[in-house]
């Protein structure tokens, strides 16, 4: 592609990644892209996805899935997953992160589902789900606190009905696996000066490729993907908290603000700044119509 379409491309793509206060602990995301990778990640909430236009492809435990228009992607707490165009002309969406504390607040008041409730499936054809997560979005920018709760209500309970089940408990843990989890606890607590996976595997009593299988089983991900992911976590705790962004790159380990923005976008979608000030982290408060606030991307 010339310089000139990609920055005509580069215009195109905007997105926006924000709280409000009518639902405090869900994140939003409205956002259309066309040449966008988000790399291996994770989320601590669930991603409730509604395709507008387009179609968007991602990897799921290892199969590459599509969704397209009036269909939503779905997808569980720590599940590692990407996210691209499916077509050459991209695709629009509007998310919804509701926490785990809200979904399963709703789903023991409305469903039968025992233990931790969740997606069974990474994509569902589901028009009118899709439609309500587009209202939860416009009374939000109508600044509607009793309709965005409402409809947030109501979508997250049809879902869990009609695309839920009851997520598996967590199997015994065998010796790998708990050699995957001391080197999780080991680089989160040496986040700014990680170890290599031969410093990490000697440490830990094993060798770099059964401690680097052990982690893949266990996380889904190999321990510098795993590493990353963690950061930008922790960036996103001290962006709410409303620590500069040139500040938390050192903080979670990262070697300057341009390597923090870039791994930043690649996972959430918007830059660190943008970020910041949709959640309120510099103490603004966030609350215009449809696409004003959006951010274009430029990389």
């Known amino acids: 592609m010339a310089i000139g379409e990609r920055a005509r491309v580069q215009v195109r793509e905007r997105a926006r990644h924000w709280r409000h206060p009518a639902l405090p602990d869900v994140d939003l995301l409205r956002a259309r892209y066309i040449e966008k990778t988000f790399i291996q990640h994770t989320h601590e909430a669930y991603v409730i996805a509604a395709i507008t236009k387009g179609v968007e492809a991602f990897q799921h435990r290892g199969t590459l899935v599509r969704v397209g228009v009036g269909g939503l992607a779905l997808v569980n707490p720590d599940t590692p997953h990407t996210g691209h165009a499916g077509i050459p002309e991209g695709w629009t969406y509007s998310a919804l992160y509701p926490g785990p504390e809200v979904v399963a607040a709703i789903a023991a008041e409305t469903t039968s589902l025992r233990g931790t409730a969740g997606f069974s499936v990474p994509v569902a054809g589901d028009p009118y789900a899709s439609h309500l997560v587009t209202e939860v979005h416009r009374a939000i920018d109508e600044d509607n ?89 922790r960036a996103r705790a001290l962006l709410d908290a409303g620590i500069p962004p040139a500040r938390v790159a050192v903080e979670v380990g990262f070697t300057d603000q341009p390597h923090l923005n870039r791994h930043f976008t690649r996972i959430v979608g918007v830059p660190p700044g943008a970020y910041q000030r949709g959640h309120g982290g510099r103490r603004k408060n966030v609350q215009d119509g449809p696409g004003t606030a959006s951010v274009a991307l430029s990389g």
């Open 145 to 233: 606190a009793l309709a965005a709760d409402t409809m947030l209500r109501i979508v997250v309970a049809h879902l869990l009905r009609h695309h839920g089940a009851s997520l598996p408990a967590r199997t015994p843990l065998g010796a790998g696996a708990r050699t995957a989890m001391r080197a999780r606890d080991l680089l989160r607590a040496r986040m700014t000066a990680p170890p290599s996976l031969e410093e990490l595997a000697t440490e830990l009593g094993t060798r770099p490729f059964a401690l680097l299988r052990a982690f893949r089983a266990v996380y889904g991900m190999p321990p510098h993907t795993w590493l990353t992911d963690a950061r930008v976590r």
